[in-house]
């Protein structure tokens, strides 16, 4: 069993900052990506940044120069640090994991449960 717990949500005024963490533990063999999606309200989800074990990170075009990615493989965690926050950045923002679990065939996606960011006055 896998599980991706997320942290660091919250209320911040336009242009602050956030930083959200997330760990994965369990039946873990191989995370080959980690990273953060983000859902808006009537909006589909979307991809905010994701990083491989190659060390490839793809950032959604609304958050290059302003949100960072980090990884550390060997706590299975990644974070991400978003300034210069605005309003459009409200979502629900999601962990995600592509796990091989011992034994499994293949990789599989993983999510956390969520944490709301909410950018406001």
């Known amino acids: 069993q896998v599980q991706l717990v997320e942290s660091g949500g919250g209320l911040v005024q336009p242009g602050g900052s956030l930083r959200l963490s997330c760990a994965a533990s369990g039946s873990i063999f191989i995370i080959s990506a980690m990273g953060w999606y983000r859902q808006a309200p009537g909006k589909e989800r979307e991809l905010v940044a994701v990083?491989?074990?190659?060390?490839?990170?793809d950032y959604a075009d609304s958050v290059k120069d302003r949100f960072t990615i980090s990884r550390d493989n060997a706590k299975k965690t990644v974070d991400l640090q978003m300034n210069s926050l605005e309003p459009e950045d409200t979502a629900v923002y999601y962990c995600?994991?592509?796990?091989?679990?011992?034994?499994?065939?293949?990789?599989?996606?993983?999510w956390g449960q969520g944490t709301q960011v909410t950018v406001s006055s």
């Open positions: 990083r491989t074990n190659g060390g490839r990170i």
């Open positions: 995600y994991a592509k796990i091989l679990t011992p034994g499994g065939v293949r990789s599989q996606d993983y």
